[in-house]
């Protein structure tokens, strides 16, 4: 079967008529699908895709944004994967040192403490400072809790790579995240490496991929209380909006580290 006629083979094993599928070619020469889904059952057509993904080669994510409606850069990106390049995330938590140190004077005990003066002795501070051991992990969660308006559309890609869709797709976009030297944003490849470092450390997919937020789904998020600090740590370079989101660096070790969700957004 063409590789195309199966990803609507598979659009239709997921409940969708033909006829409603959309379908577009990217700039990078691969495939789009898309189709509504009533937004209550998107998360459980999102599991049911996944676990198909080995045999389809398919790779499934809910999104608010139909294929046709999809905005692709004018830029072309290939696969940046087998070359040589410093870690992003240590990148990211370099260039956010000095306001990741700011943070830890929101939480520092008010007396008998020296001000925070790297990033290891941030992450035992910030370890203290959270309350452990840490909150339940909830099995299920609805996506409305990370949404205005719950998202109703399942995508459909063809790749190897599902942690490199953001170069595929050319999403999401961070116009305001603190700028490497010469850069705007964080590239899509700078994407790509944090969520591929991501997956082979944690187990993270992408479940949700739009213009400008990500949802990923964890297998096996950290536990050691010192590991949730640095990982928060990492959250926070990568996604500096989350004072918007969440809270400071406390509230996203207490409740979004430990999670099985990890929710990011640009503004």
Do not use: K
Not at 6 to 23: D, H, K, N
Not at 35 to 59: I, K, N, S
Not at 145 to 168: H, N, R
């Amino acid at each position: 079967m063409p590789r195309g006629d199966a990803g609507a083979a598979l659009a239709t094993e997921l409940g969708a008529r033909a006829g409603e599928v959309e379908r577009v070619r990217t700039p990078r020469g691969g495939t789009l699908l898309g189709f509504r889904c009533t937004p209550d059952a998107c998360l459980d057509v999102w599991r049911r895709a996944r676990e198909r993904y080995a045999a389809t080669g398919w790779w499934p994510f809910i999104s608010h944004t139909p294929p046709s409606d999809w905005e692709w850069a004018d830029l072309t990106s290939g696969s940046h994967r087998g070359e040589a390049r410093v870690p992003i995330i240590d990148g990211l938590v370099e260039l956010q040192a000095e306001d990741l140190l700011r943070e830890a004077e929101t939480f520092r005990p008010p007396t008998g403490h020296l001000p925070v003066r790297d990033l290891d002795e941030l992450a035992r501070r910030l370890t203290a400072a959270v309350a452990h051991p840490a909150p339940p992990r909830l099995a299920e969660t609805r996506l409305a809790t990370f949404f205005v308006g719950p998202p109703e559309w399942i995508c459909l890609v063809p790749t190897e790579d599902p942690a490199g869709l953001p170069e595929l797709l050319d999403a999401p976009d961070t116009p305001n995240h603190t700028p490497f030297p010469g850069r705007e944003s964080l590239s899509y490849r700078d994407h790509a490496d944090v969520l591929r470092e991501w997956h082979d450390r944690f187990g993270a997919e992408i479940c949700y991929l739009g213009t400008d937020a990500l949802l990923l789904s964890v297998e096996s998020p950290p536990t050691d209380p010192l590991q949730v600090a640095r990982l928060a740590i990492e959250h926070y370079a990568y996604c500096p909006d989350f004072d918007q989101l969440i809270g400071g660096l406390p509230e996203i070790a207490a409740h979004q580290v430990p999670a099985r969700f990890w929710f990011f957004w640009w503004d």
